[in-house]
């Protein structure tokens, strides 16, 4: 098992950035893929990025070009660098390990004022 904890949320103004930050309670060298997922209120939970074990990369195409997930096995981390932030953006963001049925965080709030 392992848990992970997701921070780095918060309020921001359309336009802005935010880092989101997922630390495990183990080393993530195994756990594959790594990734983020977001639920806006009223909305199902959608997938947002992943990264391999290999940092092989793939976004949803509501933030391509905008979002960039990366990963620091050495502090057993998965960040979620967020820029040009829209209100459409909003929601909770959930950190995930091997997909769906693995393992979760507890969730950031991201909020994005227009």
């Known amino acids: 098992q392992v848990q992970l904890v997701d921070s780095g949320g918060g309020l921001v103004q359309a336009g802005g950035s935010l880092r989101l930050s997922c630390t495990a309670s183990r080393s993530i060298v195994s756990i594959n893929p790594m990734g983020w997922y977001r639920q806006a209120p009223g909305k199902q939970r959608e997938l947002v990025a992943t990264?391999?074990?290999?940092?092989?990369?793939d976004y949803a195409d509501s933030v391509k070009g905008r979002f960039t997930i990366s990963r620091d096995n050495r502090k057993n981390t998965v960040y979620l660098q967020m820029t040009s932030l829209k209100s459409e953006d909003t929601a909770v963001y959930y950190c995930?390990?091997?997909?769906?049925?693995?393992?979760w965080g507890q969730g950031t709030q991201v909020t994005v004022s227009s």
């Open positions: 995930n390990g091997k997909g769906p049925f693995g393992y």
């Open positions: 990264i391999t074990s290999g940092s092989s990369t």
